[in-house]
């Protein structure tokens, strides 16, 4: 049985092969392994994270979004990030999002939302940037922010035109219009491309066979010479559009008809929907037809049609607000349940992992699979030795659906009320579904997935230091605690086994680079629970420098102790009112009592006090610098009060940010600009008494609109 120091080993390795492997295969078209053996090492790479998902390391292949650029390459920076999308993979997931954008553009219950339907292809994103009609430069997406120059093999294209026509919509594209969509090989291409290789190689043993349309497709458009990407039958089509100089339209339905009368291809099943019924049909109709479209696709993307929505509604993580893909379902298959270990995260959550008889699940040989927490395993009635049913979850994460084993006369599977890893109790708050070590910093698999977590991709993002040295360092004695890790210098890295003048000084400049993180890295950094990406940007960019985060929390910290249960008053009761009031001081749009209370208890707790204040003794997080637009509120104090009807308080708050304004729950003195709806009370009558400004909705849709 394979374990945790040598699957972290494994890891490491296949990280660099493949990543060798790739350079060789699309950077020098001279690979030397053949696909079979490629897709055995993904394979392997993949079932090892099944296996132990908390070693999953950010290099990993499986992990990236898109590709890193490659050397032969030359590397062009997006003018606008190539995003990803959040997924749907229930039709209530679908629901659930036409009533965000509802509530978020504060629609009215049965407010009609149109949206966009088209299939997902599973191809090669590129971006086409037109100058005054012609193409001028092609891209790959990349990471995301920076993709690669393939402006010459996309030349070779046919779907691609060097120059857009006039169509029937409009006379003449704008002067910048970069497009957006898929190179893709439709499947029949794809098995002639195989059987050609096949009948030019000289030794059939040896010849080229691509595993699948989507990486033939990938390796043809990012060969370094032209010629090669010429031979292989690519297409392409067209989904959005990023950079542009003015919209022919505007909705998305209207863009892309004029894309499409410019002579790019579009799918002929995008389609405009109303709502998500009609959303889910289209769904229906694409997914019946799957097996006998051209070319592969995972799913169909919805998006709001209205642009202005979309500009509203804006973006989130990495994700746009008003898009999302509703994946097709899952692959299933059966095996046997071997055992249930349980694992121990970096907030001390107890989470049961399902080792299984290796299985194929959507071509990844899956050997664990998650049970997500005490409850699901009662819910399945799984026990070891239990015949199980297995999916991939959006064809990612494996997970039990179904036992085919279930005895209903058993005993559920006893939970442990101990955690493994430090012996220390186990306990489920009320209310709560997970089970959490009580051990906190004494807990060893917590205090090294805390410092995993401090130098990960989103977090600090140290490079070069991942699972495996973050465990030999504490290990030894070297790294205890974030601060640790500022204070290695390369002597000490030179008297360690396989380090060497370039590796430990290359190190040690990774380590100084961020001694100036961004705040909201800082934040999601130190690990509070329920503090993710999200919350510690809105977080450092309403308090914008730590000092002033701090103070608030000093601030929530003395209100938290000073609270007094009254008399008769419920536990229950008195924890929730106190909660209430925490994220009253917070006063953070998104943050409400449950993460506030986490916060002030994170930084309430002497031990993660100390960290910080050790941690802060090595580095100084960066203040948050606001790109504002000018606007007569810039640096002033605006108060919203009474209903909004055109938008939501959290948009109208996000919009007097944007405008440099300071954004306050209550009128006083200070307050420069009172936004009135109907119903507003106790705050207008106080604002009129004292003789502050106040305008309605109108009045400040106009002071958006007269920005610079």
């Not at 509203?312 to 299933?332: D, T």
């Not at 442990?416 to 807990?443: F, K, M, N, W």
């Not at 701090?550 to 003395?558: G, H, P, V």
Request: a negative charge.
């Amino acid at each position: 049985m394979t374990t945790e120091s040598q699957a972290a080993e494994r890891l490491a390795f296949l990280a660099a092969e493949i990543a060798r492997h790739n350079a060789l295969y699309h950077g020098e078209d001279a690979p030397e392994i053949s696909d079979a053996d490629y897709d055995a090492l993904m394979r392997e790479n993949n079932a090892l994270e099944a296996e132990f998902p908390h070693l999953v390391r950010a290099d990993s292949p499986s992990k990236l979004v898109g590709a890193a650029p490659s050397g032969h390459l030359a590397k062009v920076a997006h003018a606008q990030p190539m995003l990803s999308l959040d997924n749907a993979f229930a039709d209530e997931d679908v629901v659930d999002f036409v009533g965000r954008v509802r509530r978020y553009l504060s629609l009215g219950a049965d407010a009609p939302v149109a949206l966009t339907a088209e299939p997902k292809i599973d191809g090669l994103s590129c971006s086409l940037r037109y100058e005054k009609g012609v193409l001028v430069l092609a891209a790959t997406r990349g990471d995301g922010t920076t993709g690669e120059d393939v402006t010459a093999n996309v030349r070779t294209i046919d779907d691609i035109p060097e120059r857009l026509s006039g169509g029937d919509l409009l006379s003449s594209p704008p002067d910048i219009f970069e497009i957006r969509g898929e190179v893709y090989m439709a499947k029949a291409d794809f098995a002639a491309l195989n059987a050609r290789l096949l009948a030019e190689a000289e030794d059939p043993a040896k010849a080229r066979q691509f595993a699948n349309p989507r990486n033939a497709a990938a390796g043809s458009l990012r060969q370094k010479d032209p010629g090669v990407t010429a031979s292989r039958p690519l297409r392409f089509l067209a989904h959005g559009w990023g950079e542009v100089s003015s919209l022919p339209a505007d909705t998305q339905k209207g863009v892309m008809d004029a894309i499409a009368a410019w002579g790019v291809p579009v799918s002929d099943d995008f389609v405009r929907v109303e709502g998500a019924e009609q959303a889910l049909s289209h769904y229906r109709a694409i997914e019946a037809k799957r097996a006998d479209l051209p070319f592969d696709i995972d799913g169909v993307v919805y998006k709001v049609d209205r642009l202005d929505w979309q500009k509203r509604l804006g973006f989130v993580a990495r994700a746009p607000r008003w898009a999302i893909a509703h994946k097709f379902p899952a692959e299933k298959a059966q095996t046997l349940l071997k055992d249930i270990d349980i694992q121990v995260g970096r907030t001390g959550k107890l989470t049961p992992v399902a080792r299984l008889e290796p299985v194929t699940v959507g071509g990844v040989v899956v050997t664990n699979a998650t049970l997500h927490n005490a409850d699901e395993i009662g819910r399945l009635g799984v026990h070891p030795g239990d015949r199980v049913v297995v999916q991939r979850a959006g064809d990612v994460i494996p997970q039990i659906v179904e036992n085919l084993s279930r005895d209903e006369t058993r005993d559920p599977w006893p939970f442990p009320q101990t955690c493994p890893e430090c012996g220390s109790a186990a306990e489920r708050e009320p209310g709560e579904v997970d089970y959490r070590c009580t051990g906190g910093l004494i807990c060893p698999a917590q205090r090294v997935e805390r410092l995993r977590h401090f130098v990960s991709r989103y977090a600090l993002d140290i490079e070069g230091l991942g699972l495996t040295h973050i465990e030999s360092f504490f290990r030894d004695g070297l790294v205890q605690s974030p601060a640790d890790i500022f204070r290695l210098t390369r002597d000490t890295l030179l008297t360690r086994e396989r380090w060497a003048e370039i590796s430990a000084g290359n190190l040690i400049a990774a380590i100084d680079a961020k001694r100036n993180p961004p705040l909201d890295r800082f934040l999601f950094a130190l690990g509070i629970r329920h503090v993710g990406e999200v919350t510690a940007r809105d977080l450092a960019r309403r308090y914008r420098s730590w000092d002033a985060l701090k103070a608030m929390i000093d601030r929530a910290i003395e209100a938290r102790d000073a609270a007094i249960q009254a008399v008769g008053e419920p536990d229950e009761k008195f924890a929730t009112r106190t909660a209430k009031e925490l994220a009253a001081i917070v006063e953070t749009p998104g943050v409400g009592p449950e993460v506030a209370l986490a916060l002030v208890d994170f930084f309430a707790e002497p031990h993660n006090a100390d960290a910080v204040a050790d941690l802060l003794s090595q580095l100084q997080p960066a203040d948050v610098i606001h790109e504002t637009r000018a606007s007569e509120v810039s640096g002033k104090t605006v108060v919203f009060t009474g209903t909004l009807e055109t938008m939501s308080r959290d948009e109208a708050k996000a919009q007097a940010e944007a405008l440099g304004a300071k954004v306050a729950g209550s009128v006083s003195a200070k307050t420069d600009l009172v936004v009135a709806g109907p119903g507003a009370g106790s705050k207008l009558k106080k604002a009129t008494d004292l003789g502050i400004a106040v305008t309605d909705e109108a009045g400040w849709a106009k002071i958006v609109a007269d920005a610079q």
